[in-house]
């Protein structure tokens, strides 16, 4: 019932528009009683999105289910809920977006979606930092970094049509705030892995030099050591990863 | 006028609630006739927030006249833009900020709004960064970093009832995300600066180790050295940073 409401209203939509669709119109084409949209969707904008009370639901279950070992991995997880609730249904997200896009109402309903995302993963990661010092800041600013990439993903895959993988646009951006905020967020517990004594990549070459390409002049490294690390830990990490001998 | 409206419109909406203070209400409170609200105004919710349009404004002003060397600090300086404006009154910042918690319309106008700032900032950033590469990705993420950074600072001191000094909490939090993203959004312009062969820095004792305090097991060094470089270049600065011999 709550699949056929929601179908009808969508059809409609698309149809006569947003505006001009009544909530009469939406039980007369599915065949059914005004109060029956009612004790299904508090309003004709939650029928355009059925599946985020559910989503939400998905999510909080997943978090409280989640190791404590790695807070930002398990926010980025839970995203990723949203987004396979997007990918299930390409036609119906692309159409949605196209809609959402047009009537304004629809947009705030989404931003207060959103927001209640982001106030579920900030939660979580509240509850991992703790309240002292800037947990509370950090948590709040991560979940909107996650959301944010998280968005940023998922909106290039509706914008070109709900063609391909959206999953490797959003991995590829939960990759970015992973890789800036993972090595931040790790509790001070005892439970937390004892940190190498030196540890060196290789990383992305510097935008700010000219040339490029692997090899090229531009790669640059990136060590970490404790200090009082003896000088030859540093110099043989530091050969291996570089290659000079 | 606009002034003598939007005080009038906030003290009914304080003395009755916000639902039950219509357009009416406000004009004859004010004086003046029904027009002259939708002259000033779209709705009862932009008389609650009637400064935003032109902080808005200014914002974009401010960014457009911004040096291009330091993206990430000029969208943290136009975010206090916004800071300065709630701190301007408060006393009516923190009684808005009680009334938005209580009336759900003017909470999504206020999703709305930090939107509109957000995709101001990230309009600024993908304008720096240019739209190749992840560009537009990482202004996305940097300008929900900024707001959600912000918006704690200022949340502290809303619910702190406007005691003090606002830019303390927004400084602290704004500059958390300047050193986490400040080093990443280099633009690769020739006016960039030229990275240095080595950079060595001391770093804050690693969460992970028991230890910590100065000189201690718990601290480490961070390099960065192009590949290429003299490994004489790499052991001197790290010697110099780590004061071994």
Known sequence: MREVLAQAAFQLFLERGFERT?????????????????????????AVFPDHERC?????????????????????????IVLRMYAANP???????????????????????????????????????????DGALRAEVIAASVVAAHNNGLRLWLRSGGEGDPEVAVDHALAMVREVWGRRDVPATPTAPAAPEVSVVP?????????????????????????GTPMWRVVQQIESAVGEN
């Open 91 to 133: 036609e119906f997200s692309v159409q949605r977006y196209r809609l959402t896009r047009e009537v304004p109402g629809l947009r705030t309903y989404e931003l207060s979606v959103v927001r209640r995302y982001e106030q579920t993963l900030a939660g979580h990661l509240r509850s991992r930092f703790g309240a002292d010092g």
């Open 56 to 80: 939400l639901a998905e999510m909080t279950e997943f978090l409280a289910a989640a190791d404590d070992g790695d807070p930002v991995g398990a926010v980025s997880d839970a995203a990723r």
């Open 203 to 227: 990383a992305a070459p510097l935008a700010v030099s000219g040339g490029g390409g692997g090899g090229g002049d531009g790669e640059v490294v990136v060590m970490v050591a404790r200090k």
């Open 22 to 46: 009544t909530v009469d119109d939406i039980v007369a084409r599915a065949g059914v009683g005004r109060r029956s949209f009612f004790r299904y969707f508090p309003s004709k904008e939650d």
